[in-house]
């Protein structure tokens, strides 16, 4: 019994020494006993899943830290981090370096599965992993542990009881002797030495039963024993097609037999997908790869979409067909390590749209790695090192798999065959295909021309009169830079991109009967046993893998077809790792955005009747981060006019993406990353509809791309903060108090010494180029009547000038007014920046363009969007209004600190050197922009925030006024005022207390705005309102009787305590302020009563400057343009000569 306790405990150290976790073990312990590794292994990944991140932490401190061994440390751990010992100091010191910096960072240690990789393999892993979030690095460093759990549970199911683990058979004799008798029998030393438990003595004899020895003899010796080719048997092309220069017949002519082989079934695409992610730094088969698109799909979906589009373009181009029965078959050739993932992958993304009876998964064949000398090569105790038998394997595993013979079941004549990592890739490419018919070629291959003689890449040419792909270590210099001078590009310039084409016949008759025993010979460092079985990697060639390429047949073709296309909407190669300049993910990505922007502005171009219109179409996708449209809008750039005319309509976000609307949403339809975040936040809601399928591929889209605009942790975060400052916002008497006497300087009350001194330091600000006015037009004018944005309504003056007019031309004044002031040679600039908002930027930017700016350079005038937020239930949740939109709302004008932010908008005031910004209201007719007086105020002053206010006219007038709150200066809204405050008076000036009534007309120091677009937790009002949403059933939207929701709004003002310098001046309502807010007939702040008073200022500036009227009635009418005058100067000589002046009148400049 003693002995069994003895037994017991031992057993569980050992497991302790396969994973530090205490409850892995003790876990693993009562699952035991286990009958074979396949067993264990499950029983560790069911462990796994109940490890709380407590657990893992424990296993992840039981590590030593990879690099310099500064402790001894254990016989596992010394074997799994052997590649260290052979590293230069130089790697190590980084190792070390970064250790630190990732435990800094994480919390826990660097873990890496180390068994087989090198030292700077490992340091290469470790700086690619220090850039994800510490709950992204917790889960791939579990995944890491796993895997060294699994390796090292291999091992000791090698040593401990036989109780726990089952016998250890021997290899069969009769196979021991056949391989002594080949010189083979090295591979069985672990074997004869008792150390294969029985699943592994079952692994190893399976693996060494399926060899053919005799075979594989014949190919080491034929492959070895070749001779060197000479580049004088090699020719270039003598006939090829180059697509661009083929006529638009023969390109739609092609076109149509791709469709008809297409329509009649004949048609198979596979792509050679065996690859891993390694160099990616992707941990799964290449195909899953996502090379950053903002839909996140990986390579399989595109290239399964592409299928699908073109299988839509068959059906229309075919409407007699039934659509069931166009089909283009997809095949996908896997690997030995991947087969299994690649179809699992599928399986649960349901074959992205295809048919599950299109699909067709096979792995390419594996041969057995050697010495130099021939011999096996193990790679641990009970395994053989292999290797993929390279994409020329194809042909024998289209065979030996079966995938041959369905094709022929299935009447497909022709394969396309292409490379998995070619983003750009047209599947099936109708164009090709036919091309290649319309040719009678066996065989077909796209290629791009070589960009330059050194491109690394094999080129096709001839060998001896037969097709070839010529390494381009093949080729010396003198043909590497050859020209053919006929057309005037590299003789040898051909480049192979893997993009084939073959007939069904081919293959069956000429290439599968003739393969060559010939392999390719790669001199690689290979993984192997050491004398302990443990695998490690030699930092020298220590043997050789035999492969094959797939151009390899092309000798045997009778008829081949070569057309070459345009690199870059034909090839994006994924081959590099991220922040690669080539090659790289990055790099594919710029080319299908680029690939997207061509097909948009082709689509335009058809559309657009002005090239003006299409300037500045092109221009807004320019300024797009990222165009991605879907394989099932457009295959290759056609049916995009729908969308274009969308776009061109809309505005535009960062990121343009496009899905179509034929094909219904499902859970795929939604990035991972994203539905991760939303998730995490509580608000996976959001997707419901998508999920069911509810909306269609479009409608996901769009609710998609409005959903990445929000950090949802951040918002709920924002949430929380402004419904907990909602509940304790009471405002008690004392804590409010009425501006001091002194704290508004009153402009009329100002001395006219000071006045000129206040109005050169404006000019001068203006002179010197600091200044810049900023309009918040975000909104409609729909309360006016008006189907548009507030800022192009005409309020009914003679001159029939919109808001936005007006206000250019006050601009265009003050920039002459300061010249003629300091004598420039030209006017000066003021950067005039226009906050619309999603609903109507568009239309403002176009209106600006139509009116040529109104006399502005195109260059001053910058326009930005301000954001919106999501509308909340009452406990949190975003609301939707219909299936597949978020209720939102704008984020109110204090939306401007973070859209000037988002929009660069504020770096580039830093960049132009503007050191103030005036703000201002876009409804006040009568605003000064840019005032001078006003700048120079505040310059004067040296205010870091100034405004502008009016004095209230009565005590309920429903304005906001500048007061103080805790001694801060803010604005009061006039239901935060009770009525005894608000009929306070003043008994030193006999007007009320809280009077100083805010008309948002304010100035910013730039340093000031800086430090308010910064802010990192601004503060948000709760606002109760009747929000809209949708039903249940995503069917309709119901609009609410009552309060349903919340939405958060701020405002400009919320800034205001944080100023360090801030001033008042205060200005006649008269002479600045007419807001337009109501309806025509309305009895206040309406269209007419803003035309009144613009017509009122006029006459007093007519009148102060000498002029005389007959009949002057008070509703007369008289509008002086403002490149007449700003503020009534300048108007003495034409008060002379035309008095008396006949109302009513319109002067403007001549």
């Given at each position: 019994m003693l002995n069994a306790e003895k037994e017991e405990l031992s057993f569980h150290e050992n497991l302790l020494e396969c994973c530090g976790s205490s409850r892995w073990a003790a876990e693993m312990h009562k699952r035991s006993p286990f009958q074979n590794i396949p067993e264990l292994s499950q029983a560790a990944d069911e462990v796994d899943a109940l490890l709380t991140e407590e657990d893992w932490l424990e296993a992840f401190a039981a590590h030593p830290k990879i690099g310099r061994v500064k402790k001894p440390i254990k016989e596992w751990e010394a074997q799994e981090q052997m590649a260290t010992k052979n590293a230069d100091e130089a790697t190590l010191d980084r190792l070390e370096e970064l250790n630190d910096a990732y435990y800094k960072k994480f919390g826990f240690i660097y873990i890496v599965c180390a068994t087989g990789k090198s030292a700077s393999e490992m340091l290469r892993i470790l700086e690619s992993r220090l850039h994800n979030s510490r709950e992204d690095e917790l889960v791939i460093a579990a995944g890491e542990q796993s895997k060294i759990t699994k390796i090292r549970l291999k091992k000791l199911s090698s040593r401990v009881l036989t109780s726990k683990f089952g016998l250890m058979p021997h290899v069969p004799e009769e196979l021991a002797r056949k391989l002594r008798v080949a010189g083979?029998?090295?591979?069985?030393?672990?074997?004869?030495?008792?150390?294969?438990?029985?699943?592994?003595g079952q692994e190893l004899t399976a693996e060494l039963e399926s060899l053919d020895l005799e075979l594989l003899q014949k190919i080491f010796k034929a492959s070895t024993s070749s001779k060197a080719l000479e580049t004088n048997n090699i020719e270039p092309l003598e006939s090829y097609d180059l697509l661009e220069e083929c006529s638009i017949e023969e390109k739609q002519r092609?076109?149509?037999?791709?469709?008809?082989?297409?329509?009649?079934?004949?048609?198979?695409?596979?792509?050679?997908?065996?690859?891993?992610?390694?160099?990616?730094?992707?941990?799964?088969?290449?195909?899953?790869?996502?090379?950053?698109?903002?839909?996140?799909?990986?390579?399989?979906?595109?290239?399964?979409?592409?299928?699908?589009?073109l299988e839509a373009l068959v059906a229309q181009k075919y409407p007699m067909q039934s659509r069931d029965t166009i089909q283009i078959m997809f095949y996908v050739m896997t690997s030995k390590m991947n087969h299994n993932t690649t179809v699992e992958f599928f399986e649960n993304h349901n074959f992205f749209g295809l048919k599950k009876s299109q699909m067709f998964?096979?792995?390419?064949?594996?041969?057995?790695?050697?010495?130099?000398?021939?011999?096996?090569?193990?790679?641990?105790?009970?395994?053989?090192?292999?290797?993929?038998?390279?994409?020329?394997?194809?042909?024998k595993a289209l065979k030996t798999s079966g995938a041959l013979t369905r094709l022929q079941g299935h009447g497909v004549k022709y394969i396309h065959v292409f490379s998995v990592d070619n983003a750009l890739c047209k599947v099936a490419d109708p164009v090709f295909i036919g091309y290649c018919i319309d040719k009678q070629a066996d065989c077909g291959n796209k290629v791009v021309w070589k960009s330059r003689p050194d491109e690394n890449v094999g080129v096709v040419a001839k060998r001896n009169g037969a097709y070839c792909v010529v390494e381009y270590t093949e080729l010396n210099d003198t043909a590497s830079k050859q020209i053919d001078p006929a057309t005037g590009k590299l003789s040898f310039g051909a480049a192979n991109i893997c993009?084939?084409?073959?007939?069904?016949?081919?293959?069956?008759?000429?290439?599968?009967?003739?393969?060559?025993?010939?392999?390719?010979?790669?001199?690689?460092?290979?993984?192997?046993?050491?004398?302990?079985?443990?695998?490690?990697?030699?930092?020298e060639n220590s043997g050789i893998k035999l492969e094959s390429f797939i151009f390899d047949v092309f000798t045997l073709s009778s008829k081949m077809a070569v057309l070459s296309v345009p690199r870059k909407t034909e090839f994006a190669p994924v081959k590099n790792p991220p922040r690669f300049p080539t090659d790289s993910p990055d790099s594919a990505r710029r080319m299908i955005h680029e690939e997207g922007k061509s097909w948009l502005v082709n689509a335009a171009s058809s559309i657009l009747d002005s090239s003006d219109e299409l300037a500045n179409f092109e221009r807004k996708l320019e300024e797009a981060i990222c165009i991605e449209i879907s394989p099932l809008v457009s295959y290759n750039g056609e049916g995009l006019s729908t969308h274009v005319n969308f776009l061109i309509k809309n505005f535009l976000r960062d990121i343009i993406r496009l899905e179509s609307s034929k094909f219904m949403a499902n859970a795929n339809s939604v990035p991972a990353s994203l539905r991760k975040t939303y998730e995490k936040a509580g608000q996976s809601h959001v997707f419901r509809f998508i999920d069911a399928g509810k909306i269609n591929a479009h409608e996901a889209c769009?609710?998609?791309?409005?959903?990445?605009?929000?950090?949802?942790?951040?918002?709920?975060?924002?949430?929380?903060?402004?419904?907990?400052?909602?509940?304790?916002?009471?405002?008690?008497?004392?804590?409010?108090?009425?501006?001091?006497?002194?704290?508004?300087?009153?402009?009329?009350?100002?001395?006219?010494?000071?006045?000129?001194?206040?109005?050169?330091?404006?000019?001068?600000?203006?002179?010197?180029?600091?200044?810049?006015?900023?309009?918040?037009?975000?909104?409609?004018?729909?309360?006016?009547?008006?189907?548009?944005?507030?800022?192009?309504?005409?309020?009914g003056l003679p001159s029939g000038r919109s808001l936005f007019e007006i206000f250019a031309l006050r601009i265009r004044k003050v920039q002459e007014l300061a010249q003629t002031r300091f004598m420039l040679p030209k006017a000066p600039s003021i950067m005039l920046l226009i906050m619309t908002s999603a609903m109507n930027h568009e239309s403002i930017v176009s209106f600006f363009h139509e009116m040529n700016y109104f006399g502005l350079s195109r260059d001053q005038v910058h326009f930005f969007s301000q954001g919106t937020l999501p509308c909340f239930t009452n406990d949190g949740k975003f609301i939707l209004e219909t299936a597949s939109q978020l209720a939102r709302a704008s984020d109110g004008n204090s939306g401007i600190y973070s859209a000037l932010k988002r929009s660069k908008i504020l770096d580039l005031l830093c960049t132009r050197n503007v050191k103030h910004l005036h703000v201002f209201s876009v409804d006040n007719v009568l605003c000064k922009v840019a005032d001078p007086a006003?700048?120079?105020?505040?310059?004067?002053?040296?205010a870091d925030c100034g405004i502008k206010v009016v004095w209230k006219t009565r005590p309920d007038e429903n304005v906001g006024v500048v007061a103080k709150r805790n001694g801060k200066y803010c604005v009061l809204e006039y239901s935060e005022l009770d009525r005894a405050a608000s009929e306070r008076v003043n008994p030193t000036s006999g007007k009320l207390s809280f009077g100083a009534a805010n008309i948002c007309n304010h100035l910013f120091r730039i340093?000031?705005?800086?430090?308010?677009?910064?802010?990192?937790?601004?503060?948000?009002?709760?606002?109760?309102?009747?929000?809209?949403?949708?039903?249940?059933?995503?069917?309709?939207?119901?609009?609410?009787?009552?309060?349903?929701g919340i939405k958060l709004e701020s405002f400009i003002f919320d800034v205001f305590p944080f100023s360090q310098s801030f001033k008042v001046l205060g200005v006649t309502r008269e002479d600045e302020f007419a807001p337009v807010k109501n309806a025509p007939g309305a009895v206040s702040d309406s269209?007419?009563?803003?035309?009144?008073?613009?017509?009122?200022?006029?006459?007093?500036?007519?009148?102060?400057?000498?002029?005389?009227?007959?009949?002057?009635?008070?509703?007369?009418?008289?509008?002086?343009?403002?490149?007449?005058?700003?503020?009534?100067?300048?108007?003495?000589?034409?008060?002379?000569?035309?008095?008396?002046?006949?109302?009513?009148?319109?002067?403007?400049?001549?």
């Open positions: 083979q029998g090295h591979v069985l030393k672990f074997d004869d030495a008792n150390k294969l438990v029985a699943s592994e092609w076109e149509d037999r791709g469709f008809e082989a297409i329509s009649q079934g004949q048609l198979c695409a596979l792509v050679l997908s065996g690859g891993q992610g390694t160099r990616l730094g992707f941990a799964g088969p290449k195909g899953m790869y996502n090379v950053g698109l903002p839909s996140e799909k990986s390579l399989f979906q595109l290239f399964a979409e592409r299928l699908l589009a998964f096979f792995p390419q064949g594996t041969l057995p790695c050697l010495t130099l000398e021939g011999k096996l090569i193990l790679e641990n105790t009970h395994k053989l090192a292999v290797a993929s038998d390279g994409n020329g394997g194809i042909y993009n084939h084409f073959f007939t069904v016949d081919f293959l069956t008759d000429v290439v599968l009967p003739n393969l060559s025993l010939e392999y390719h010979v790669a001199h690689k460092k290979i993984a192997m046993a050491d004398d302990s079985g443990a695998t490690f990697t030699p930092t769009e609710l998609v791309e409005d959903l990445r605009q929000y950090d949802p942790h951040q918002i709920a975060a924002l949430f929380d903060r402004s419904v907990k400052a909602e509940s304790v916002m009471n405002v008690d008497a004392d804590e409010i108090a009425p501006l001091e006497d002194d704290a508004v300087q009153q402009l009329s009350e100002t001395a006219p010494e000071i006045m000129t001194k206040w109005l050169d330091l404006g000019l001068e600000a203006v002179a010197n180029g600091t200044i810049g006015a900023l309009i918040l037009s975000g909104g409609q004018g729909t309360r006016l009547g008006f189907a548009g944005p507030k800022g192009m309504y005409d309020i006003f700048i120079g105020y505040c310059i004067d002053q040296d340093d000031f705005l800086k430090r308010c677009c910064n802010q990192t937790d601004p503060n948000y009002h709760v606002a109760r309102k009747k929000i809209s949403y949708v039903d249940d059933k995503g069917t309709k939207t119901i609009t609410p009787m009552s309060n349903t269209p007419l009563t803003a035309r009144q008073l613009v017509f009122q200022q006029c006459k007093r500036w007519l009148l102060e400057a000498g002029a005389t009227f007959i009949d002057n009635e008070s509703d007369s009418i008289c509008e002086i343009s403002p490149l007449l005058s700003y503020n009534g100067e300048g108007l003495e000589e034409l008060a002379s000569t035309k008095s008396p002046i006949q109302l009513p009148v319109v002067l403007d400049r001549t």
